[in-house]
């Protein structure tokens, strides 16, 4: 028994020292394109690859490299790590500063994943904050997709939220094809009726 608790304890230990490794390894490349930290991370085991990428993209000080090292981590399905708030902040950091509809086109081509939903939406709202009108041009040229719909409703959302434009609101809901999430979209909607006292259409 005493020898299979230290054994125990190596391997927590082996594990603790590889992610501090990978940390390490991942800090240094912070500032290398998507390309060539994948091609650096490539024959490292999948666990510590996540990491070294993960530190990567924490450290990085490139926002144009965001998208592309999120694909990375969702390749070594490091899928705790795409739904953190640091990897929404990091894309929204990279929209913000001029690549709004780069990172809006980006979130279309996510995997249709339960860790990817909340991400998919942040991506494209700073697009649709920062104009309808070309926001709305560049929607009704998506394919017909569940990313799709969900770029309508949140669009319903930003026209609401930030331009305060329930016409452009409802115009999206009506462009939702799937009829159970166009009603969940329609409870979002309403739910911003109650808040404000809207009576109109």
């Known amino acids: 028994v005493q020898c299979l608790d230290r054994r125990q304890r190596l391997a927590r230990l082996d594990d603790r020292l590889a992610k501090v490794k990978a940390m390490l390894l991942g800090r240094r490349l912070a500032g290398k394109t998507p390309d060539e930290i994948a091609e650096e991370a490539a024959d490292l085991p999948e666990g510590v690859r996540a990491e070294v990428v993960w530190a990567a993209f924490k450290n990085n000080d490139k926002p144009e490299n965001g998208p592309g090292l999120v694909d990375l981590l969702i390749t070594a399905d490091a ?5 953190q708030r640091e990897t929404v902040q990091q894309l929204q950091k990279f929209a913000r500063s001029g690549g709004a509809r780069e990172v809006a086109e980006w979130a279309t081509t996510l995997p249709v ?3 990817t939903t909340e991400l998919f939406h942040r991506s494209v709202e700073p697009y649709f904050s920062e104009s309808l009108e070309s926001s709305r041009e560049w929607l009704v040229k998506l394919p017909p997709s569940v ?5 309508f409703a949140e669009f319903s959302q930003v026209a609401l939220n930030v331009h305060h434009n329930s016409r452009a609101s409802r115009w999206a809901l009506e462009q939702i094809g799937d009829d159970d999430f166009k009603q969940e979209a329609e409870g979002w909607r309403s739910q911003w009726e109650k808040r404000t006292g809207w009576a109109g259409n």
């Open 79 to 83: 899928w705790d790590k795409v739904e």
């Open 147 to 151: 990313w799709r719909d969900r770029a």
């Open 113 to 115: 994943h339960q860790e």
